[in-house]
């Protein structure tokens, strides 16, 4: 998988559009009162957009033609309170849904997160962390306005078309095919736009990703970037990035762009038609004039939710490569897994053994070959090699962080693939060579070594490790906050904290 760096642009697998869609709206299922009560109110401000030219008709044709001014009134009246109340409920429905796609979103979100902390070493070997954050926000974000509009756009514009063309139809059906000549040509002509447009939606996203990728990397990287005066060729690597994306963005969004002029198009020789057949109707006095005018509102009351529709259409396309890539996370098994019912590792005295034990990270260069070894309880060892030598990699995989591709693992006899893994990895203390410290307090980042661990605990194991005496003389001692790089302390400080957070373990 070409997801390595920033650089490289993921490739998104090829997946049916349906597939991705149905489940997208499966979250939906979850509010379905909500979305009942929305799809009501709906309903209502759809009939109200419905007999408005028929107020208009009735007062055109009955009580202006015969200056019944009292009729006319009435009728304003009528008109005026129902969309008066109509206006109300739209705002109702606005808040209803805005909830609805909120708590969705999070949902998401909070799924994707939980899902993403479960996938093994493997997966963050081979993505960069802005990558990742391009899917857990940006792609989730993207979803907002497509799940909010699959509701208030999808099924009410659908059942206002075809409210709209009965009473058409029924008005005057010569009419209502003159106006809607040109749809079966708008149809045709947006699915095949469509093919190519996802395909292009796809490619941005993947590039979006890339700056993402880049600009994580290169600040979490500033000093080293500074310090070798490496500011030009960053800035100049991001500009190509951000081309390369400007490019994507621009050949996506001009296919989409495709869509309005071949609404409006078709909206337009619509409404001539009805022009031209209806003013030769009222000549042979076939219609009214009231009639002719109803029908040039329904004509805008039927293109509206069209154009609704193919603008819910576009971001359907814009925004399913988000979806896509959100699902393709979400499908990713972690490869380091418990067996059903894998039983839990008893409290470890310390004898490990390798026995012909062959691994690879990718299949293709072997690191261990056939290493046999055993290690006593209470025995200190230390394992001296090159650099590259598989050291690590020995360590990581006493913790089951890959598996083996031979032989076994075992730690006091329990073969380390068949036993519960947090219960192993819990037993495990592992002071990595890079030190890495979370935003908070220095208690909270050696507590992190043993989350029930009290404040005595915590200042015993600082005070083993000889780190208690320089956190004493901070001005706020283990309350110091310290951050993700631990940049206010010294290598030397954050390496002995992390040695404090291991041996709490
Ligand atoms: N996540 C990984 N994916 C693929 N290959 C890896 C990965 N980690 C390490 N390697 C490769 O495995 C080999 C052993 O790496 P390992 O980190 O175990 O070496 P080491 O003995 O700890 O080296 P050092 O003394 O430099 O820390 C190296 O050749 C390295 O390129
Ligand atoms: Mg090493």
């Not at 009735?58 to 019944?68: E, G, L, R, S, T």
């Not at 309005?260 to 337009?268: C, H, I, T």
């Amino acid at each position: 998988m070409s997801i390595n760096n920033f650089r490289e642009d993921e490739l998104t697998k090829e997946v049916i559009k349906r597939t991705t869609i149905k489940r997208l709206f499966k979250y939906m299922l979850a509010y379905k009162k909500v979305v009942g009560i929305v799809l009501s109110i709906m309903l209502v401000i759809i009939t109200v957009t419905i007999v408005n030219p028929l107020f208009m008709e009735i007062a055109i044709d009955q009580y202006i033609a015969n200056a019944n001014y009292t009729g006319l009134f009435f009728i304003a009246g009528i008109a005026l309170s129902i969309n008066l109340l109509a206006m109300i409920l739209s705002k109702i429905r606005i808040r209803l849904m805005a909830e609805v796609t909120n708590k969705i979103l999070v949902q998401i979100r909070q799924e994707l997160y939980e899902h993403i902390q479960k996938l093994s070493f493997n997966f963050f070997d081979k993505r960069p962390a802005g990558k990742i954050l391009a899917r857990v926000i940006g792609d989730v974000n993207a979803l907002k306005d497509l799940l909010t509009n699959s509701v208030v756009t999808l099924i009410p514009d659908f059942i206002t078309l075809i409210a709209v063309l009965t009473v058409m139809l029924i008005k005057n059906y010569r009419l209502a095919f003159a106006a809607l000549a040109m749809l079966p040509f708008l149809v045709i002509g947006m699915w095949l736009i469509q093919i190519k447009a996802h395909k292009r939606w796809q490619v941005e996203k993947a590039k979006k990703s890339n700056i993402n990728a880049f600009t994580y990397e290169n600040f979490s990287g500033i000093k080293v970037v500074q310090s070798f005066s490496a500011e030009a060729q960053t800035s100049g690597s991001f500009r190509e990035l951000l081309k390369e994306h400007r490019n994507a963005f621009f050949s996506a969004i001009y296919l989409n762009n495709l869509f309005w002029p071949m609404v409006e198009l078709s909206w337009g020789i619509g409404t001539a038609l009805v022009f031209i057949f209806g003013i030769a109707y009222i000549q042979t006095d076939t219609i009214t004039v009231g009639l002719l005018v109803a029908f040039i509102t329904y004509i805008g009351l039927f293109w509206q939710p069209i154009m609704n529709l193919s603008n819910f259409y576009n971001q359907l396309i814009t925004n399913l490569a988000g979806a896509e890539r959100i699902f393709e996370i979400m499908d990713i098994e972690p490869d380091i897994m418990d067996q059903i019912e894998s039983p839990m590792m008893p409290e470890i005295e310390g004898r490990v053994e390798f026995d012909h034990v062959t691994f690879s990270y990718d299949d293709n260069t072997t690191i261990l070959d056939d290493v046999s070894f055993t290690i006593e309880p209470g025995q200190t060892i230390a394992l001296v090699g090159p650099t590259g030598g598989g050291k690590t990699t020995i360590v990581s995989l006493i913790s089951r962080f890959y598996d083996i591709k031979q032989g076994s693992i075992r730690i006091d006899g329990h073969n380390t693939k068949y036993v519960n893994i947090e219960s192993l990895r819990r037993q495990m203390g592992i002071m990595t060579q890079d030190t890495f410290l979370f935003t908070g307090t220095i208690n909270d980042n050696i507590r992190y070594g043993r989350l029930d661990a009290s404040d005595e605990d915590i200042i015993e194991a600082a005070t083993a490790v000889h780190a208690h005496e320089f956190i004493s003389k901070l001005e706020k001692g283990y309350e110091t906050t310290v951050n993700e790089g631990g940049s206010e302390l010294s290598v030397g400080q954050r390496q002995l904290i992390a040695f404090a957070r291991t041996l709490l373990s």
